[in-house]
């Protein structure tokens, strides 16, 4: 039969190993949110930048549109000038050639507008990405040396009590 002093060293020795395991198990529970969320986060950014991307596409084929749209357009505009014998045809390409170069500026403009802004939205949303994944608690893991050395002070302080309260280990410590 196990005296006060065998129940409290088994006490302290059954508290350190619960509360290591506890510790264990909530740095593992904590570990599995970190990745959820992370994960959470990572697709949430490839949503925006599928989107991004999307739009670039668009803006593109708009642009391309745009542009064979005003080609065909000055094409049409100089054959109907120089069949109806308006004048000087150089005069004529030079006008049409002059509105032409307008019209590509613009539409230029417009494109890299537009790739600029998604260039910004791109940018957020790496910033989001990084923003959420630097919210994520580090995780602590529970130190087994830690847990040794609770196990360590609960025999220590078995060891302290006179050998003669005790039923185990009369050789060592107190009054050995």
């Known amino acids: 039969m196990c005296g006060i002093p065998e129940a409290m060293a088994a006490l302290q020795i059954m508290q350190?190993?619960?509360?290591?395991?506890?510790?264990?198990?909530?740095?593992?529970?904590?570990?599995?949110?970190?990745?959820?969320?992370?994960?959470?986060?990572?697709?949430?950014?490839?949503?925006?930048?599928?989107?991004?991307?999307?739009?670039?596409?668009?803006?593109?084929?708009?642009?391309?549109?745009?542009?064979?749209?005003?080609?065909?357009?000055?094409?049409?505009?100089?054959?109907?000038?120089?069949?109806?014998?308006?004048?000087n045809p150089i005069n004529i390409i030079k006008e049409i050639g002059a509105k032409q170069d307008l019209q590509y500026i613009e539409t230029k403009n417009e494109f890299d507008f537009d790739m600029l802004k998604l260039n910004t939205q791109s940018a957020n949303s790496y910033t989001a990405l990084q923003r959420n994944l630097n919210k994520l608690p580090p995780v602590a893991q529970p130190s087994p040396l830690g847990l040794g050395l609770e196990i360590a002070t609960a025999g220590a302080g078995y060891l302290s009590v006179d050998?003669?309260?005790?039923?185990?280990?009369?050789?060592?410590?107190?009054?050995?």
């Open 16 to 87: 350190a190993v619960s509360g290591f395991q506890a510790q264990k198990a909530q740095a593992e529970a904590q570990e599995e949110a970190n990745t959820r969320a992370a994960e959470s986060a990572n697709m949430a950014y490839l949503n925006d930048i599928q989107g991004i991307e999307m739009e670039r596409g668009l803006a593109a084929r708009e642009k391309a549109l745009a542009d064979f749209i005003q080609k065909q357009t000055s094409k049409k505009e100089e054959a109907t000038a120089l069949n109806l014998g308006f004048g």
């Open 163 to 176: 050998k003669t309260d005790r039923a185990y280990l009369k050789n060592y410590g107190k009054g050995a």
